[in-house]
């Protein structure tokens, strides 16, 4: 145990103590540390509604990323696009490859899933499902999506609230530390 600690010290003291020459003192800079405890729950029905949403999350959490670095790319790009119908080609293009790519695994999420995913669409990239939409295909479009949303109890036009969301942020926070 002494080695590990004498080890430790010696590790901050190469990469962590820091003088400025303006300065007479010496600081320390320490690297960050998460620390993470196990949940308790009150109730079995609490544990079963979080082990369910863990799941749920774990399971969109990575179209949520994609849908992100995807818009992001599409930004870029149609900036290039000087005409109107050249962006409308490019969108179109680009969202038939993305329904090629994952239609199948898309249309096998639950309705709580969906919810889910449009929660964390909207944790991502600061704006709503139905904005991203109405933005890209146009208002038609955008009531479209929204009525079939509707019909099977979602909605596209939820925002993430970091209050009422807590759970999810919690086990998003989870996800990116790798603990989950």
Known sequence: MKTLIVALFISIKAFAIQYSPLDSTYYITLPTCDIVSNRTFKTVKERTDWNVLKANVKKVYPYSIYVKMKLAEMDAQL??????????????????????????????????????????????????????????????????????????????????????????????????????
Request: charged letters at 30%; proline letters at 0%; a positive charge.
């Open 79 to 180: 900036a290039f696009y000087k005409t109107k119908k050249e962006k409308n080609t490019f969108i179109a293009k680009s969202e038939k490859e993305l329904i090629s790519s994952f239609e199948s695994e898309i249309k096998k999420l639950t309705v709580s899933q969906g919810k889910v995913l449009v929660k964390l669409i909207d944790k991502e990239t600061n704006s709503t499902t139905y904005q991203i939409i109405r933005e890209r295909r146009g208002v038609m479009s955008s009531l479209l999506w929204q009525g079939v949303s509707l019909m099977f109890g979602g909605n596209l036009k939820v925002e993430f609230n970091k209050e009422s969301d807590k759970n999810i942020e919690d086990i998003v926070n989870l996800i990116e530390l790798g603990l989950l």
